[in-house]
């Protein structure tokens, strides 16, 4: 199985109808079946002239935010037999080099001038989709690999094959409607889901290829921003919104602003009469926006999955009164939950064939152990078929905007305190660092926090900082307890100084 | 046109009120930077800049990439400079 199975899926119920719907300024535009495959072609065309010395199955970069042409384009470098790497428009260089080392990338296509040696580069803006070009050697591709944290330097590479995404896309699609009635007793081919996540990340890409194969059509916001989701699913009759925790908390704002509450009926009159499935999605909803999402009116979906392991879980919020629940299992893994407590709460691990097929790692692609279950990180536990979240026993915060952020990661750049005992650990859902010093904290020390701060892309960086005057709590295996941290700071403000960098 | 300061203000000012509480944009003074200072998140910053690109008929794409803090103020000066251009 490769890419022209996916594609097939995917375009076969669109052939009189929008497959794709996106705006140009005010003009709406879309295209069916049959365009997005001349979209495609042409692409192809085009590309292969540009990539005309690249050898069959190097990976080429695809690094673009969201895009109307952005399927034809990936789907276009597969058709010529390239793997695509799917990468994070807003990465530094420095971490682009990183990525192009790892996958030994041939080529990038991006919306910007990328300066890498080696590297060929195709601007998207060049690329033609209109002739009625066809490319002279097609060979599909069976790869595709997304990033993990692709905003800084150490992300890690996955690798997933076609039948991978097809099988998770199917049992998705099969647990819903076994699950929900709203998926058993609707007519979905009238349905219209909104992109709102990125389409290079695994979950906006396998939104997209659960959705299409189905019948329900995707459309693009009309503009950027938060506002223009809102007005896009009004006016154009959107059914279907699956987004981070961070995008509903501002629309159940915005319909508190605007009609007083945020109910059924307010919600309703935010994304218009035909808005009915929500599905909340890339951070947990806390009990807040939990609270809310059960008010809202909309059949709300949460889960639960990871980059290494696609969708594991997927249910609906209401069907069990817990703000732990992420549902059950969409089938197409095993679980395991290690080592469980007297709570039985203990790290989930999973494998089957839907989880990541190889890595890439200097340029080598190594395939993960079939017979190995992949840890992850994240505490579960389970009852009857279903699936709680209980907490994190690895160092990553998850904001509510789905940006993954790796606190020990984020530690290695501040490398200048190493002479000092610190941390970077989570605070109030941000994230903070702390050092011990007897010096207290000097210019110097300031100035390079300043200046390391401001070297971390927007979301990464530290928001608040502290210094302690004196040593901070150890674990017993004499590492500085991260995990302790945030409630240490808050029961010992004599000790510790809030560091104000920015007045 | 030149735009107003204290009129972009007030539009930056709106779309805080849309997307948060009250209480915590009135915490917010003019010189407050939206994320080091005030941790408000991506989406709403994204929102603002948006916002006032097409009211004022300015880019600011750059300036969207936060290299540098930014503020009420700050924002508010770099609208009204790009309208005097």
């Known amino acids: 199985m490769n890419f022209l199975n996916v594609y097939e899926e995917i375009t076969a119920p669109f052939s009189d109808r929008p497959m794709m719907t996106w705006f140009e300024g005010d003009e709406k535009k879309n295209c069916n079946a049959g365009e997005f495959k001349r979209f495609t072609d042409s692409a192809a065309a085009y590309l292969e002239k540009i990539f005309a010395d690249v050898p069959k199955c190097r990976w080429i970069g695809l690094k673009s935010r969201n895009h109307p042409m952005w399927y034809p384009i990936f789907f276009a470098l597969e058709e010529l037999g390239y793997p695509v790497l799917l990468l994070d428009e807003n990465i530094d260089s420095r971490a682009l080099e990183s990525f192009c080392k790892q996958a030994k990338l041939a080529g990038i296509v991006s919306e910007k001038d990328e300066n890498i040696e080696n590297i060929i580069l195709c601007k998207i803006s060049d690329i033609v989709f209109s002739s009625c070009e066809k490319p002279n050697n097609i060979s599909w591709e069976y790869r595709v690999a997304f990033c993990t944290s692709g905003t800084t330097g150490k992300a890690k590479i996955f690798v997933f094959h076609a039948d991978s995404v097809i099988e998770q896309s199917r049992r998705v699609r099969e647990s819903l409607i076994a699950d929900e009635k709203t998926f058993s007793e609707s007519d979905v081919s009238s349905w219209v889901v909104i992109e709102t996540l990125p389409q290079r990340h695994c979950l906006g890409f396998g939104l997209s290829m659960l959705v299409l194969p189905w019948g329900i059509s995707v459309i693009l916001p009309e503009k950027e921003g938060i506002f223009s989701i809102a007005d896009t699913c009004r006016k154009h009759g959107v059914t279907v919104l699956c987004t981070v925790p961070a995008i509903w908390k501002g629309l159940f704002r915005m319909a508190e602003v605007r009609f007083g509450n945020c109910n059924s009926e307010s919600m309703h009159k935010l994304l218009g009469e035909n808005m009915c499935l929500a599905v909340s999605a890339g951070a947990r909803l806390n009990e807040i926006l939990w609270e809310k999402a059960l008010n809202s009116g909309f059949t709300f979906l949460n889960g639960w999955g990871m980059t290494e392991t696609g969708f594991v879980s997927i249910g609906n919020i209401s069907a069990d009164n817990s703000v732990s629940y992420v549902g059950k299992l969409v089938g197409g893994h095993e679980t395991e939950i290690l080592s469980p407590d007297e709570n039985n709460f203990g790290e989930l691990a999973v494998n089957g064939s839907i989880v990541y097929q190889s890595t890439l790692v200097d340029g080598e692609e190594i395939p993960r152990d079939k017979n190995e279950f992949y840890h992850t990180g994240d505490i579960f536990s389970s009852d009857n078929g279903n699936y709680y979240f209980r907490g994190r026993c690895k160092s990553v915060l998850i904001r509510d905007d789905g940006e993954n952020i790796y606190l020990d990661e984020l530690e290695s750049h501040f490398s200048f305190l190493e002479n000092e005992q610190f941390c970077v650990f989570e605070h109030n859902e941000q994230p903070a660092l702390v050092f011990y010093s007897q010096k207290g904290v000097t210019e110097e020390i300031r100035e390079n926090l300043k200046a390391v701060n401001y070297s971390l892309p927007q979301q990464k960086r530290i928001s608040k900082f502290y210094c302690s005057k004196i040593p901070l709590p150890i674990t017993s295996k004499g590492e500085t307890a991260r995990y302790y941290m945030s409630s240490y700071i808050s029961g010992n403000s004599e000790n510790i100084e809030e560091i104000i960098l920015y007045k | ?85």
């Open chain 2, 1 to 85: 046109m030149k735009a107003n300061i204290e009129e972009v203000k007030q539009t930056i000012r709106g779309v805080l009120l849309e997307l948060m509480e009250e209480d915590a944009v009135a915490k917010i003074s003019d010189s407050d930077f939206f994320a080091e200072e005030m941790g408000i998140g991506s989406m709403t910053i994204v929102q603002i800049f948006v916002t006032c690109q097409e009211k004022y008929n300015v880019d600011l794409s750059n300036e969207m990439q936060l290299t540098e803090p930014m503020s009420i103020q700050t924002l508010a000066e770099t609208v009204v400079n790009k309208t005097e251009q």
